[in-house]
């Protein structure tokens, strides 16, 4: 696992803070709750109706706040926050962790079933008083109205696993510039110019994670969701050459395509739908991005950090 | 199959009571044929009907018979179908729920379409969407009754649809409750908890009725335990319950878990129907992925059974025959609940009971059904690249260079799965297991450095960059290779719907491109087509005053197709 063990002394250090300081403040609190409709392990599905994967795995960008899923716990009165947050500093926080996700053999109470149906202590208090033996869990002899504080305190963080609050990645730039550079000129430079259609291209991102989706995939499916920059590239369109019984060709940019129908906008900006009878009219798509498309399958992530760090220079 | 008078629904229902049950249970039991009376036609989970007015020969002349759009909602106008309008009073619409409806299905957008099962028995559809169930007259798609549940909440992301078991009908909600309803007239006759809201589960699972049990899985998202229930027909009351991974220090598989609270919050959740074997009275279905889903170094290095794996519980007891793991500690939510289709076929020069099953990582299992036994291997996508192998078992091993990366790592297939819940199919006449493809790739970033790692699905940003291709896929079931494919043209990031075959010789899914087509289901080449928007549920076909129709839901529409 390719995890530092720097946050995690952190949060040890934090909880002596905690300890001493027993300040009040209020917990860190998370932005609205994203739509619960991805990643349920149900596929999302597009308005549309069709199963889709790559596209829908974002949210759709509605502009507007969806309403939680799940009920959060009413908010309670700060002071209390305060107060739980004191206590649990003192007595919860070394075993539990300073924001109750885990700590020194405790387990993580947000999860914890016990917490999640624990209303105003009532549960949580039970198992203070009488503690977990057996576990490991001390009893502690606090008053109701402190375990009240102490549920509080617990019930006001955010209970889900897209808690937006913790996302805070470091920087993506972990490749190599001058292997990338190497890289791009053996993979990239037979159709790219950096002089050229990228002249400028890393001042153009103020995100290295939307640098690297967009030259990986440009105008692809990474783009266009919701809080993340889109930069302006140039994407070649999709066109295609439909050859007609009598020989004539009619080119345009693709609209859509199946098996039974093509569209395609002309010169001209004429929509023009054709029938399709299996090879009849013969229909070739030109794709600009099947390079793009084609090395998915043979890029090192390696390879794709390198390049990003290297185009991250290109200013 | 009772024929019923096509004049009047009230004339359907009056005779339907008159000949007593609605259904009867050893329709259950038959092969599919006449009516559609669970979740994939018939126990086998083959979708492969026995009817064949509708043929290679004559389907092109399939003529749309009636269109019913259905409006989930506590709305008081009923669905008129086609022709209708005006023509008969509105249907009674049945208000249930122990919530406000306030965060019901249309805060959640994407909860209005039909993506379940549209069970028909008795001239009778029932149909659902998450918080609605509604019953149409076949003849012409008018609703006799909608029952509308005010919801607490929970995710909607869709309903599979409901269970029939004699007169009465049982729907899951996205709250947790399992509700019974009078099929005759939508009125309820009880509701109860099957799982407990406050962990954030929800419910989406098509009920199955075998015997008197009423089978039942869930969903969560959270690090809650996933498990199957049993429940009385009659009552409600709890017949026995299977969880997914150990919940005791001494349960078995409790050694490939870090320990028994990770174990406990493991996942593992059943959400989409399973497949039934009445010889061996054995439930086959496929689990759930691990959670937390991708910092997964809180589970331990080990399988972290009995996750994303095919296992087989006896009905009579809900205990665990055999298992065997089609993902072993998964770290991209690639969970493998997609349906298990059982086949009785030759293997080898001997017949053999079989399952098999194509799993969201891009890997295809046929097993011995009555043991367990692993048999075949073989891999349905040339782009999966999250294993580098199959082990000795016949398991796909995982590479955890691609579990993800703060740099992002480039993946194959985005979270979606090279296929996801659209129902495979299987036809005996080809010998080939049938199932949509979706060669996509997306890059996984770690953006959670806390060493106790996220909970749920959290912990990653994962961000699509581009779909190679989407197929129509047929798998021969003797060795695991693709037989052949049908690419939909263009790169569209949509595929394939789920699928049907008949013995017709007819391979019917809904295209990326919004038409119904069928196929040949000897090669893939389309045959007959029509456009009507994505198909969003599994077509489905059966016998109606004597002639076999074509069932397609496209969002909130349902078509019939059938021949003049």
Redesign the interface.
């Known amino acids: 696992?390719?995890?530092?063990?720097s946050?995690?002394l952190g949060?040890i250090a934090a909880v002596v803070l905690l300890a001493s300081f027993a300040t009040a403040q209020d917990p860190k609190q998370s932005p609205p709750q994203k739509?619960?409709?991805t990643?349920?392990?149900?596929?999302?599905?597009?308005?549309?109706?069709?199963?889709?994967?790559?596209?829908?795995?974002?949210p759709?960008n509605?502009g507007r706040v969806?309403?939680?899923?799940?009920?959060e716990h009413p908010p309670a009165d700060p002071a209390a926050i305060a107060r739980g947050k004191a206590v649990f500093g003192v007595n919860c926080a070394f075993c539990h962790?300073s924001d109750a996700?885990?700590g020194e053999g405790g387990?993580?109470l947000?999860?914890s079933?016990l917490v999640?149906?624990d209303r105003n202590g009532e549960l949580i208090g039970e198992v203070v008083h009488n503690g977990r033996v057996d576990k490991g869990m001390p009893k502690f002899n606090l008053p109701d109205a402190t375990i009240s504080d102490i549920a509080a305190y617990v019930h006001s963080f955010k209970?889900?696993?897209?808690?937006e609050s913790?996302?805070?990645?470091?920087s993506?730039?972990?490749?190599d510039a001058k292997t990338g550079q190497a890289d791009f000129e053996k993979t990239c430079a037979g159709c790219h110019s950096l002089t050229g259609d990228l002249k400028g291209f890393g001042a153009k991102f103020s995100d290295p994670?939307i640098l690297?989706?967009t030259w990986?995939?440009p105008g692809?499916?990474?783009r266009g969701?919701p809080g993340q920059q889109v930069a302006e590239v140039h994407v070649p369109p999709?066109t295609v050459t439909v050859t007609l019984p009598d020989g004539q060709k009619v080119e345009g940019q693709?609209g859509?395509?199946?098996?039974?129908?093509?569209t395609l906008t002309d010169s001209e900006g004429n929509e023009r739908s054709f029938r399709r009878d299996g090879d009849t009219p013969r229909?070739e798509?030109h794709?600009a991005l099947q390079p793009?498309?084609e090395l998915?399958?043979k890029?090192t992530?390696k390879e794709?950090?390198d390049l990003?760090a290297f185009l991250e220079t290109v200013k | 199959m009772r024929r019923l008078l096509s004049s009047a629904s009230i004339a359907a229902l009056a005779s339907a009571c008159l000949l007593g049950q609605i259904l009867n249970p050893a329709l259950l039991t038959q092969r599919l044929g006449d009516s559609w009376p669970t979740y994939s036609g018939d126990y086998t989970g083959q979708r492969y009907s026995s009817l064949t007015e509708i043929n290679q020969s004559n389907v092109k002349n399939l003529t749309l018979a009636w269109t019913s759009k259905v409006t989930p909602g506590p709305g008081e106008q009923g669905a008129s179908g086609g022709g209708r309008r005006g023509a008969r009073t509105a249907a009674p619409v049945i208000v249930g729920g122990e919530g406000t409806g306030?965060?019901g299905t249309a805060?959640?957008?994407?909860a209005t379409?039909i993506?379940g099962a549209t069970l028909q028995v008795g001239g009778i559809l029932y149909t659902s969407m998450p918080d609605n169930a509604w019953a149409l007259d076949a003849h012409d798609g008018h609703e006799l009754w909608h029952y509308f549940w005010k919801t607490?909440?929970?995710?909607?992301?869709?309903n599979r649809g409901l269970g029939l078991w004699g007169n009465w009908l049982y729907m899951e909600t996205?709250d947790d409750y399992l509700v019974c309803l009078d099929a005759k007239t939508g009125k309820e006759r009880w509701h109860k908890v099957i799982s407990?809201?406050?962990?954030?589960y929800?419910s989406?699972m098509s009920p199955i009725v075998v015997g008197n049990h009423i089978i039942v899985g869930t969903?969560n998202?959270?690090?809650?335990p996933g498990f199957l229930q049993s429940f009385d027909p009659e009552t409600g009351d709890l017949q026995w319950k299977w969880f997914a991974t150990p919940q005791e220090k001494n349960d078995p598989g409790i050694e490939t878990w870090a320990n028994v609270?990770a174990a406990r919050?493991g996942g593992g959740?059943m959400?989409i129907p399973g497949s039934y074997d009445p010889e061996t009275h054995l439930y086959i279905v496929g689990t759930?992925?691990p959670?937390?889903?991708y910092t997964?170094?809180v589970r331990g290095e080990g399988d972290n059974l009995y996750t994303c794996s095919l296992v087989a519980i006896n009905v009579d007891t809900g205990k665990l025959k055999w298992w065997f793991q089609t993902s072993p500690h998964d770290t991209h939510?690639f969970?493998s609940?997609q349906t298990p289709i059982l086949v009785d076929a030759d293997f080898n020069g001997k017949p053999r009971k079989l399952v098999l099953q194509a799993t969201r990582n891009g890997f295809y299992f046929t097993l011995d059904r009555v043991t367990g036994e692993h048999l075949v291997t073989g891999k349905f996508t040339?782009?999966a690249n999250w294993d580098s192998g199959v082990d000795k078992r016949g398991e796909p091993v995982r590479n955890p260079?691609k579990d993800f990366?703060?740099?992002?790592?480039?993946v194959?297939?985005?979270?979606?799965?090279i296929t996801?819940?659209?129902p495979p199919a299987f036809s005996p006449q080809t010998g080939l297991f049938y199932v949509?493809q979706?060669d996509?790739?997306?890059?996984y970033?770690?953006?959670?450095?806390?060493?106790?790692g996220?909970?749920?699905?959290?912990?990653k940003?994962?961000?699509?960059?581009?779909?190679?291709g989407n197929y129509l896929t047929a798998i021969d079931y003797k060795t695991g290779k693709v037989a052949w494919r049908h690419r939909?043209?263009?790169?569209t990031?949509?595929?394939s719907?789920g699928l049907l075959t008949t013995a017709g010789h007819l391979l019917f899914g809904?295209?990326?491109?919004?038409?119904i087509?069928a196929y040949d289901p000897a090669n893939g080449k389309?045959i007959w087509?029509s456009?009507l928007?994505?198909?969003?549920a599994a077509p489905e076909t059966y016998m109606l005053d004597g002639h076999q129709y074509l069932l397609i839901a496209?969002?909130d529409t349902l078509f019939a197709f059938t021949l003049y």
């Open positions: 696992m390719r995890l530092t063990n946050t995690y949060s739509p619960p409709s990643n349920t392990g149900n596929t999302p599905v597009s308005p549309a109706g069709a199963p889709a994967t790559t596209q829908a795995a974002q759709p509605t969806r309403r939680s899923a799940y009920p962790g996700r885990g387990p993580n947000i999860r079933e999640l149906n209970v889900g696993g897209y808690d913790r996302h805070q990645p470091p993506i730039l972990v490749g994670k690297q989706q990986l995939m692809g499916s990474g969701f999709t693709l859509r395509i199946d098996d039974f129908l093509v229909v798509i794709d793009h498309r998915l399958t890029y992530d794709i950090h990003t | 306030e965060v805060a959640f957008g994407g379409r993506v607490k909440g929970g995710t909607h992301i869709g996205p407990d809201f406050n962990q954030q929800f989406t969903g998202d959270l690090d809650a609270d919050h959740h959400w759930g992925n959670t937390p889903a997964a170094h939510d969970d609940t040339e782009t260079k990366d703060i740099g992002g790592a480039l194959s297939p985005a979270n979606g799965g996801n819940w659209p949509p979706n996509s790739y997306a890059m970033y770690l953006t959670e450095t806390d060493p106790r996220a909970m749920g699905l959290g912990g940003e994962e961000l699509g960059v581009a779909t190679l939909f043209p263009g790169n990031t949509s595929g719907s809904g295209d990326a491109g919004g038409n087509v389309p087509h456009h928007g994505l198909v969003s496209a969002g």
